[in-house]
């Protein structure tokens, strides 16, 4: 497995603002993930994100409301953009190296008033 | 639309007893399958996966998987309190080989009783 870590834990932000959430991992992974868990429900994949070029989204997902970055192989951000209620949700990030197994971050508690 | 389906439960079982939760998924073509337990207020925590017809043991967990029937289980023996949790099962609908792409299920709640 890999050490994951996520910053912040948890937020409180107004709507309208935007949040950065950081993933590292303590050694190189292949793949990175992002999910949201909503409320009493599942894990519902946003993107891959791809080092060194632009994220691959899921239905339901766009860049401009979610931006991803990954500079490296050890590291990935996800900006909550425009926040809205709605957007109240814990985000995941996963990792997988080299196999199909990921494995999961502490995730972030995002609550938008 | 590729689905992953649980029950919900909960499901309760008293300590020390077999718990048997229960996963169907509907792409036929579906090569690798997890379970993950997650703990309330907790992310989810990788319990075993398994890629091959049959039965999979690691100690007190028993993965089973039927592709014919689309059907893959996870066996607790002798259940413990510290098992209560909610249990997702993921379903890799890829191709064998390529970049994982789980499909979760909405997650069985598991509680074991004294």
């Known amino acids: 497995s890999a050490v994951i870590s996520q910053k912040p834990s948890r937020d409180i932000c107004q709507r309208g603002t935007s949040l950065t959430i950081q993933c590292q991992v303590d050694s190189q992974v292949t793949m990175m993930f992002w999910y949201r868990q909503q409320p009493g429900q599942s894990l519902t994949l946003i993107a891959t994100?791809?080092?060194?070029?632009?994220?691959?989204?899921e239905s339901g997902f766009v860049i401009d409301k979610f931006p991803i970055s990954r500079p490296n192989l050890t590291f990935s951000t996800l900006t909550v953009s425009n926040m809205s209620p709605e957007d109240s949700s814990i985000y995941l990030c996963?990792?997988?190296?080299?196999?199909?197994?990921?494995?999961f971050g502490p995730g972030t508690r995002l609550l938008v008033l | 639309q590729k689905e992953v389906e649980q029950n919900s439960g909960p499901l309760s079982v008293p300590e020390g007893a077999i718990a048997s939760l229960n996963c169907t998924y509907s792409d036929r073509g579906s090569q690798s399958f997890f379970w993950y337990r997650q703990y309330s207020g907790k992310s989810p925590e990788l319990i075993m996966f398994i890629y091959s017809n049959g039965d999979k043991e690691d100690g007190r967990f028993t993965a089973q998987l039927n592709k014919a029937s689309q059907y893959v289980s996870l066996l607790i023996r002798d259940s413990q309190p510290s098992d209560s949790a909610t249990y997702l099962c993921?379903?890799?609908?890829?191709?064998?080989?390529?970049?994982?792409?789980?499909?979760f299920g909405t997650g069985t709640r598991l509680q074991v009783t004294l």
């Open positions: 994100a791809n080092q060194g070029s632009e994220a691959t989204y």
């Open positions: 996963s990792v997988a190296r080299g196999g199909e197994t990921q494995y």
């Open positions: 993921a379903v890799n609908m890829e191709r064998a080989g390529t970049a994982s792409k789980l499909t």
